[in-house]
């Protein structure tokens, strides 16, 4: 049967793709140390799994989930929001749940673009601002995130008539796969812009706790923002729960309720045992994140240390769990990638699999312990370049 011509312009998942590579190393035999997909390897912390375990048991919990979320689960989405940043959502209708940011990402642009509409979307970047815009027939504009420009888009460098065409802009920071974090200016621009042109700004804020330095801005610190923009949150990355599959999304609320227009006519909602334990999560957050944190900082210090006494040229990132690395010089990205996963048996993610500009990167994502990054270290010292 032929494939959607949709489905045609999609490559595989790049996780998916790497996942395969790694199974045939591990096949071989091979003591094979994983790099590459963002997925913490440290448990999600006790507390959390126990109040989902109660909520189990809950029979009311066993039909199907209120939609756009349970209000209960809105209200901490909310209340997290106006501790950490201090703006105000309302968690009737300017909050709405999702199975994780992946999915909210994917169909958001459902909601608004039409078969032409331009969506602006970073180069290198997670695959799912570009992939969600090509599923709808949309026209994804690529901007590059330089490292000379610490990995931020040059709006000046963007045509005019591009912006005219531009439904929604996709930013991400803290950035994945760069680590970048982005400053007010920045954010003040993009929310100027949006106004002048007339489109939606789409804040990937996935990693907005993961933080080491200062603590990331939300785009809803910017006034005004509120005008333009949607935010998405995961759970994944800030409570090492990317198994269960839970994010929420805040913002404009003719956004939001797009949104969850879409959604409910594609899934069922999360189920509500697990947003127990995310509002349990969220709520107690300033005591369960620290020691994470901690064990986060304690591998990017290593590591970044590591790959520079190796001779490896990065920038030590003040957030997330990655760090991206210039592939040494005489090297294609990929050239690169496949003998450190052949000679090395170490997966990293190849920086062109986040779009071309990543062409001379690879990734490391911090999700192993610290031994294993130490065996890491001396199996990379062994790579004769
Ligand atoms: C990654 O960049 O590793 C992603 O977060 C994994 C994913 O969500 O597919």
Known sequence: MELSNRLKRIPPYLFVELDRLKNEKLKEGADVIDLGIGDPDIPTPQEIVEVAKRALEKAEYHRYPANPGSLFYRKACANYMQRRFGVSFNPEDEVVALIGSKEGIAH?????????????CPDPAYPVYHLGTLLTDGEPYY??????????????????????????????????????????????EAVRLAKKYNFIIASDAAYVELYYEEPPLSIFEIEGAKEVAIEFHSLSKTFCMTGWRIGFAVGKRELVQALAKAKSNIDSGVFTAIQEAGAYALNNLESLVPPLREIFKERRDYFAQALEELGYELKKPSATFYLWVKVPKGYTTSEFCKRVLQELAIVITPGNGFGSAGEGYFRIALTVEINRLKEAKERLASLKL
């Not at 330089?146 to 005019?160: C, Q, V, Y």
């Open 108 to 120: 958001f642009p459902l909601a608004f673009v039409n078969p032409g509409d331009v969506v602006l």
């Open 143 to 188: 901007m590059s995130l330089l490292w000379e420009k610490g990995f931020l888009p040059d709006f000046s460098a963007i045509p005019e008539e591009v912006f005219r065409k531009t439904k929604i802009l996709w930013l991400n920071y803290p950035n994945n796969p760069t680590g970048a974090t982005a400053d007010k200016e920045f954010y003040k």
